[in-house]
């Protein structure tokens, strides 16, 4: 574990202590997970948010101008067999957050769970929920969870989400509660965000008890009140990335392709600096190019990219790190089914 002073001096290596951090994280990543790291398979179920964060074009106020799209649960399905065609077992289904997801994962997620006949991690990335709600998914199969937190500063975080930090963290404690294994993120490099906020953002995800974190640098997406602001640095988000592996070695941590669009070769850099999680993405052609996450020009992840990178970090792909892992024990004294 890292003290404060600790984090705030690795944040900012650069050079030979920078390498020193991340030979130090790739050593406990090769510790804790034995040289391998984990391919997921996204699904991109829709494009339509409620929400208006300032730094994305699927924002509330864009829904005019992009063209608005719903999977319906036969069409995840159809996705859902190439990813098992591709031998991966970590289903992830992403979206925008609207309550309309809910009809077609009440159909898709037992569908997928029978496909794998029960064998699959069902991860979800679809917002904020009522508890009930998220209460209502675990039912239905779904085994994780995927909220980042974003920046853990509340004054920032509502400038640049328009929503309260407050309400993001009693979704977090709910997903815990009712066992989810659940994934925070953080997003460096924000404008008005110092070095301490992302301090704060490590040692909340710690505190927070969280099985995943991901760092995306902050990439000014066009059509977004924040498309003239500067690129977020690599390099910070890469520190951030060895500096959660050293203080909580155990965590899923992805290589997102965000450093890959800030940077060609993000990626790689990613896995050097200790992450141990890609994703590839299966949406199919239509609907990847109207999720506009970045905007049009985003790095799509493909099968064959992850495989020649985690080939080339000396690393093999492995399976859900979940599934053969004792249910955690419900609220209720129960132990639940993954
Ligand atoms: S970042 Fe997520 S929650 Fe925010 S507007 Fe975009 S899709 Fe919605």
Request: glycine residues 8%.
């Amino acid at each position: 574990m890292l003290t404060r002073s600790d984090i705030r001096k690795l944040l900012t290596a650069r050079g030979p202590a920078q390498e020193e951090l991340f030979a130090e994280a790739r050593h406990l990543r090769e510790k804790h997970f034995g040289g391998s790291a984990v391919l997921r398979g996204v699904i991109e179920i829709t494009n339509v948010c409620r929400v208006n964060c300032v730094y994305c074009p699927m924002r509330r106020d864009n829904t005019a101008q992009n063209e608005r799209y719903f999977m319906t649960a036969d069409d995840i399905l159809e996705r859902a067999i190439e990813i098992r065609a591709a031998g991966i077992d970590v289903i992830l289904l992403q979206g925008g957050e609207t309550p309309r997801n809910l009809t077609a994962l009440e159909d898709a997620i037992p569908r997928i769970r029978a496909l794998y006949e029960g064998r699959v991690e069902v991860l979800l990335n679809l917002g904020n929920m009522r508890r009930g709600q998220y209460e209502r998914l675990r039912e239905l199969g779904a085994t994780s969870y995927i909220l980042k937190h974003e920046t853990s500063d509340p004054v920032l975080h509502e400038q640049l989400r328009q929503e309260p930090l407050h309400e993001r963290l009693r979704c977090l404690r709910d997903l815990l509660d009712l066992g989810y294994r659940v994934g925070t993120g953080i997003i460096s490099s924000l404008p008005g965000q110092t070095v301490d906020s992302i301090v704060d953002d490590i040692e909340l995800a710690a505190s927070l008890g969280v099985h995943m974190c991901s760092v995306s640098p902050f990439v000014p997406a066009p059509n977004t009140p924040l498309e003239l602001s500067p690129a977020g640095s690599n390099d910070l988000a890469l520190n951030a990335l060895a500096c959660l592996r050293l203080h909580r070695p155990g965590l899923l941590i992805p290589s997102v392709s965000a450093l890959e669009k800030t940077s060609s070769g993000g990626q790689t850099k990613g896995l050097a600096a200790g992450a141990n999680v890609m994703t590839i993405n299966f949406t199919g052609d239509t609907n990847r190019k109207r999720y506009l996450i970045y905007g049009k020009d985003r790095y799509v992840v493909r099968k064959q990219h992850a495989e020649s990178l985690l080939q080339a970090a000396g690393l093999r792909s492995r399976g859900s790190v979940f599934l053969d892992e004792e249910a955690p024990v419900a609220a209720s004294g129960t132990r639940r089914a993954l």
